[in-house]
Structure formats: C-alpha cells, structure tokens
C-alpha cells in the first residue's frame, strides 16, 4: 500500500481546504465581518475628513475682512457722560472800525505827508497829487460857469431897471396928476369968481381925470410887473445859486487832489510812493479805529449753522479770561471755513495790537448727557460708520451710526450705538471697503 499523507478531518467551524496543490493551500480566505469592519472603517475616515473640511470652512474670514494687530488700533467704551457744547477757534484782533481810504481823484503821488502806523486826527492830509489834465478841465468849466453867473446877473439888473422904470413913471404920474389937480382948484376959484370961463375950466378937469386915469393904469401895470419880476427873481436866484454850487465843485476837485483822512485814528496799510499813479477810487489805506477792538475767527463750515450772533464765548488775552458775545456771522465759505466776529462784553484790555492772536471758545449750547465716544481719527472717513468689538473681542464689525454734536474731546452719537459698546476710534484709513476687522 502506498503510503498516504493523512488530510486532517475539518473542525467544526472551519473552512475546508479547496482541492489542488501547496499554493492554494497557502491563500488566505477573508471572513465576511472583517469586510464589514473595512466598510465601516472608511466611512469613519470619510466623515471625519469632512468635519474637518466643514471646520476649516467656518474658521474662514468673511467676505470683506481684514486681519490686523490688536495693538495698532485704539478702542474707546461709548459712555453716557455730561457733553460740553463748545467750539474752541484761534481768533486774531482786529479794530473794532475800519474806515478805507480812498483816491477821490485820479492822478500821480507828489508828495506822501505821513508814514504809515501814525495817529491822525480828521482831515489831515495824507499825501498830494499833480493832475495837469484836470487843473485845465477846472480852468475851462471856472470860466463856463462865470460866463453864466455873469448873464444871470445881466438878467438881474434888467428886472431891477425894469421895476426902477416902473417906479419912476409912478411917481412922475403921480406928480403930473397932483399938478393937474392943483391948476384945476385954481381955476374953480377963478371960474366961481367969473374970471375963467366954462371952457378953460373943463380943460383943466379933463388933464386931471386923464393924469388920474394915467396914474391908475401904472400902478396896475406896476403890481403885475412886480409879481412876474418875483418870479423871475426865484428863478435867477436859483439859477444864481446852482451856478456857484457847480463852482464850488469844480474847484474842490482840486482840493480833492489832497488825500484827507476821513475820521480820526490809526493809519494803516499806507504804502504810497512818491511817483506812484493812482485811479479814481483806489484804496490808500484804512484808518483804524484806537483803543476800541474786536476779535475775528476762521470757523469750520460744519459749524455754520450753528454759530449764531449773541452766543457768548471767552478768550485767553493777556493772560486773563475775557468775556466776548458773537457779533456778527459772515455766511461766505472760502476754502470750507466762514467768518465770525466777536465784541467784548466790557471794555478791552490794555495793549492789544491788531493781528495779536488769541484762543478762543465758543459757546454752542448748555452742557447735556449724552451718548459720547471720543472725537479722535474714526470721524476722518465722515462718521457715518463705525467699528463696533465683537462680545470676546477678536473682530470689529463695521456699523452704521449717527453723529450730532461734537467738541474737540467728545463727539455724540444718537443712534447705532449702546452704552458700554467698546469701538474703533483710530484712523479708518485703508478700511473703506471693509466691513470687518480680524484682530489677532
């Protein structure tokens, strides 16, 4: 018998050998619930991998964010705090009255009498001018207008002649009648004595009605004369005194070839020259007034229509604190910023030189509580929004807000924000279009 190599009898439980060679024999044969175990093992993996992926996502920064040091921005706590409504300027002293100086009449600098910074009283004479133009214009219209003064009086002494003659022929009626008269009573003695007869007597009657009629008629003629003659005599008046008027005129033209100081006090910005020409109107200077000054400021146009006349301000001059009022408001807005001006509720100190500088505050309102936060870099970019800390305070989200009043130090906010919120105070420069700031 050959011998046979004895083949195990399988176990309960174990897997029979498949049928062949050594090979087959040495493959391994995987159980069913380790292939399970593999489905599950992957699956774990895959669901793993996408926490992970789903992790990495909600880690990232939002659209429109920016990662930034902590330490380079400055935050401020919006705080309810009293808020002081004031506006501090640098204002500069100014004359209280300008009075302009002006060239009355065109010509060329002869003479300068006066230096510029000198106390002058009214009328003084600043400086003279040489027009050889208008010395002949002068010449020509003196002798135009004394050539009519000169009719005038021609008219005036014919309506004197006039009333002379009238008054003669008057008087010589008057006399020829009072003779007429005196023969006529003569002759009625001599005709009641029979020596004249009817006759004569009728004649001397006749001459004496005739010379009393005559006289009437003159004395009529006389009074309507006389009123036409008032009336001429106005107007010749009037004429006359027109005439000498425009006289007056033409010669003080000359005299305004003098320049005059118009009131009294201190000249200033007098710059004359000898040889220099001037126009008709052309300024020469300004008088100011002397002990008597006011303060003048520069305000931002954010303010314009809140500075009103007769809000009170103070100011830091000569080391004391004086009282002011606003005077007036220049609405004009040159290069974004208006002009106010300022009298002193009392006298003015001592001292002041026009152009001295001096601090100024303003006062806008009564101090208030207020929503506050400080009035720094944030308002550069208009203050419309702002950066508003996240509750751990690892990012800034940007809000928008509305600002009212505001000082050098405060600035108020009056929707947008809490109190207690903490914000981003510093420059917003580079962040215009983000909405989100990542702090690290």
């Known amino acids: 018998m050959t011998d046979r190599p004895l083949i195990p009898s399988p176990s309960a439980g ?3 050998l498949p049928a062949g060679g050594g090979a087959a024999m040495d493959r391994r044969i995987e159980r069913p619930h380790r292939k399970l175990q593999r489905t599950l093992l992957v699956a774990l993996c895959g669901g793993a991998l996408l926490a992970l992926a789903a992790a990495g996502l909600i880690r990232l920064p939002p659209s429109g964010s920016l990662s930034v040091k902590a330490a380079d921005l400055q935050v401020a706590t919006a705080a309810e705090a009293p808020f ?38 009214a009328g003084a004479a600043l400086a003279t001018l040489t027009n050889p133009q208008l010395k002949l214009d002068v010449t020509s219209k003196e002798a135009d207008i004394a050539g009519r003064l000169g009719d005038v009086s021609a008219q005036s002494l014919s309506l004197e002649k006039n009333r002379l003659d009238a ?33 004569e007597l009728k004649t001397y009657a006749d001459t ?16 309507q004369q006389a009123g036409l003659a008032s009336i001429q005599s106005a107007e010749i008046s009037r004429t006359n005194a027109g005439l000498r008027q425009s006289l007056d005129v033409v010669r003080s033209s000359l005299d305004a070839l003098v320049i005059r100081a118009p009131v009294a006090g201190r000249l200033t910005d007098f710059q004359l020259q000898p040889g220099q020409s001037l126009k008709l109107g052309d300024p020469a200077g300004q008088i100011d007034s002397e002990g ?37 408001v220049l609405p004009q807005v040159t290069d974004g910023r208006f002009r106010v001006e300022l009298t002193f509720k009392g006298a003015a100190p001592q001292g002041l030189r026009r152009g ?20 720094s870099g944030w308002l550069e970019g208009g203050g419309a929004t702002m950066f508003v800390m996240a509750a751990d305070g690892r990012r800034a ?21 809490r109190p207690g919120e903490r914000v981003v105070v510093s420059s917003y420069a580079g962040f215009d279009k983000l909405n989100h700031l990542i702090l690290h």
């Open 356 to 375: 001295e500088g001096a601090d100024l505050r303003i006062t806008l309102g009564d101090t208030r509580r207020a929503l506050v936060v400080p009035n």
């Open 208 to 223: 004496a009605a005739y010379d009393r009629a005559r006289l009437a008629q003159l004395r009529a003629g006389q009074t």
């Open 397 to 417: 989200d940007r809000r928008p807000v509305s600002v009212g009043r505001r000082n050098p130090e405060q600035v108020e906010i009056t929707s947008g924000l």
């Open 84 to 121: 002081q409504d004031y506006l501090p300027v640098r204002g500069a002293v100014a004359p209280l009255h300008t009075t302009y100086v002006t060239a009355v009449s065109g010509g060329q600098i002869d003479k300068v009498l006066v230096l510029d910074g000198v106390q002058v009283p």
């Open 167 to 199: 008054e003669g022929q008057v008087s010589q009626a008057s006399f020829d009648l009072l003779k007429a008269e005196h023969d006529y009573d003569i002759r009625k003695q001599l005709h009641d004595k029979d020596i004249v007869s009817d006759a």
């Open 292 to 328: 008597a000054y006011k303060l003048t400021a520069d305000v931002d146009e954010y303010y314009l229509g809140r500075v009103q006349p007769g809000e009170p301000a103070t100011a830091d001059l000569e080391g004391a604190e004086m009282d002011l009022v606003v005077s007036r």
């Open 14 to 16: 174990a897997e029979p």
